[in-house]
């Protein structure tokens, strides 16, 4: 639904993607919030590609469920 308001199909695109993210990680029981912010500086940081698979949500920490 809302892909039709992303005022362009590469808009709608980036959204889906992003919406992926965030259900992989809440189905991962991860905060998406901390996973994006945390994942963006690991590749900032020089993250190598041939360990891309350690930033999947499903091996992030759970923060989420973590007590504050």
């Known amino acids: 639904k809302i ?3 992303a005022g362009h199909e590469v808009g709608a695109e980036n959204w889906a ?3 992926s993210i965030v259900a992989t ?7 998406p919030a901390a996973y994006i912010a945390e994942t963006l500086e690991t590749i900032i940081d020089g993250h190598p590609h041939s360990r891309i698979k ?3 949500p499903w091996r992030f920490r ?3 469920s973590q007590p504050q």
């Open 17 to 19: 993607l992003l919406a």
């Open 62 to 64: 759970k923060t989420s």
């Open 54 to 56: 350690d930033l999947m």
């Open 3 to 5: 892909a039709l308001f």
């Open 25 to 31: 990680c809440k189905l991962n029981d991860v905060n």
